[in-house]
């Protein structure tokens, strides 16, 4: 597999060009900066090509990548998966489909429905975990899109925050009966397409889905990719990302990602195999002492208050054994390992759990239930997010409507929307989650 923008930033750093371009550190390193970050940071000189107007050395990569994920098209952000939401909805838009969200969405969707001015019409799943995760029933779904009149799109986030993994094929399917499109957050799963059997949403039937190589590969922070299986797309893909990207891609980042496609063309299968082996075994030996959600294997989820702990208090004692969750609150810890994990990284994992399993508090076990119903509508989620708005006590909160979604991040998933009336429900369930002040509209 070739390495085009790699190869071309290592010899553009050796070759002792004078760079009378930006950036202004010159391909210097400051005091205590890493010197090859700073030599490789390179700005559209000639043969860098440029991301937005791609037609050398990016789009050659990008053509690896897509090749590597069998798609129609695949193309690179250095914005995050953030970046490759706010394109998949602006070309929604530009087909004035209708925006059918799943719930338990990531607060980019909201912040792009309120740039886009976006009227999002929402479907809860069955809750299984908190705010952040549920079954996604395909005949709430069906029946969203039997009463929608106007061609619609379907918005999923699959895995979810925990790891859960929406049934990607069946949703497809519905969505193709009914002439919907098929968008998938699919920001935690960049490494789903190298399983045995193929479970990246685009192998499952989705029309457009983005990665964030930088959450599951072996890819700096910012890295992600926008995924096609429509031909009708790859053209419109970068002209939507363009109006919010920066006019300067990082590209270090951008050679990361390239870099990620010899890392998947060689070692990534075997890595998962491997992994996968030590997953089963790390989830084995906790067996009977510990509830682990249903998730992908790479998101390793502990149902820490139906086992009978505290997930925070576990989460603290576990950064005191030496190990930083990626997610925990009272109920929940997400560990997420991923295809770079190793051998004695469970081995010091599993040591870490024990000993903080042994000075951890027994509780009640209890599963946190909650009943959420969608909240009334007073505005448009733009309408509340560009009014002038105050942070004021959640408990003060009844009656006005929800400004910007200021959930913490993460999970950064809402409970009550911009525009929506917060209503007792929603306040019990802030409560639930440590939140004390909310933003509503003055
Ligand atoms: C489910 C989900 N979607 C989208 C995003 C945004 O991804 P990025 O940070 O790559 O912009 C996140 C970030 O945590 C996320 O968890």
């Known amino acids: 597999m070739t390495t085009p923008i790699y190869d071309f930033i290592q010899k553009y750093a050796s070759s002792g060009t004078l760079r009378c371009h930006m950036p202004g550190h010159k391909g210097i390193a400051p005091e205590g900066g890493t010197k090859e970050l700073y030599s490789g940071d390179i700005t559209e000189i000639s043969g860098a090509d440029s991301l937005f107007e791609a037609d050398d050395i990016i789009a050659e990569s990008e053509r690896n990548m897509a090749s590597l994920y069998g798609t129609a098209a695949t193309v690179y952000s250095a914005g995050g998966s953030t970046l490759c939401i706010q394109a998949m909805l602006t070309i929604m838009k530009q087909e004035k489909r209708r925006i059918i969200a799943v719930r338990n969405v990531h607060r980019s969707f909201l912040n792009t429905a309120a740039l886009l001015d976006l009227d999002v019409e ?75 059997e193929s479970l990246h949403p685009i192998a499952l039937g989705a029309d457009m889905c983005c990665d964030s190589a930088h959450k599951m590969l072996p890819a700096l922070t910012g890295a992600a990719m926008l995924h096609t299986s429509r031909q009708e797309y790859a053209s419109l893909l970068k002209p939507a990302m363009s109006l919010f990207a920066s006019t300067s891609p990082s590209y270090p980042v951008m050679v990361s990602l390239d870099l990620c496609n010899k890392y998947i063309a060689g070692e990534i299968r075997r890595d998962i195999a491997e992994n996968l082996v030590h997953l089963s075994r790390f989830r084995e030996s906790f067996s009977g002492r510990l509830e682990f959600a249903d998730s992908e294997p790479f998101h390793i989820t502990v149902r820490a208050s139906e086992s009978g702990y505290d997930g925070a208090e576990l989460a603290e004692l576990l950064r005191k054994n030496g190990v930083e969750c990626e997610y925990a609150d009272s109920e929940l810890i997400v560990l997420l390992s991923s295809p770079f994990f190793r051998p004695e990284d469970y081995a010091r994992l599993s040591e870490a759990l024990e000993k903080s399993l042994a000075s951890a508090g027994r509780y009640e076990k209890n599963i946190r239930s909650f009943s959420m119903k969608l909240p009334e509508k007073a505005m448009r989620i733009r309408e509340a997010v560009f009014s002038t708005t105050e942070d004021i006590d959640v408990e003060n909160s009844e ?5 910007a979604v200021r959930v913490p991040c993460p999970p950064a998933v809402p409970i009550a929307a911009s525009g929506e009336i917060i209503d007792r429900n929603c306040i019990n369930i802030f409560k639930s989650y440590g939140i004390s002040t909310v933003n509503v509209v003055k």
């Not at 705010?131 to 039997?146: D, N, Y």
């Not at 859960?164 to 497809?172: E, H, M, Q, V, Y």
């Not at 699919?186 to 397409?193: E, S, Y």
């Not at 009656?399 to 400004?403: K, L, N, S, V």
């Open 399 to 403: 009656g006005r409507i929800c400004g």
């Open 122 to 196: 929402w479907i809860l799943p069955r809750y299984t975990g908190g705010i952040l995760s549920g079954e996604i029933e395909i005949s709430a779904v069906e029946e969203k899109l039997r009463s929608c009149e106007e061609p619609a799109c379907l918005y999923v986030t699959s895995p979810d925050y925990t790891g859960r993994l929406a049934d990607i094929k069946g949703l497809s399917a519905v969505c193709r009966r009914y002439g919907a499109r098929l968008i998938v957050d699919n920001a935690h799963g960049a490494h789903l397409g190298f399983f045995e």
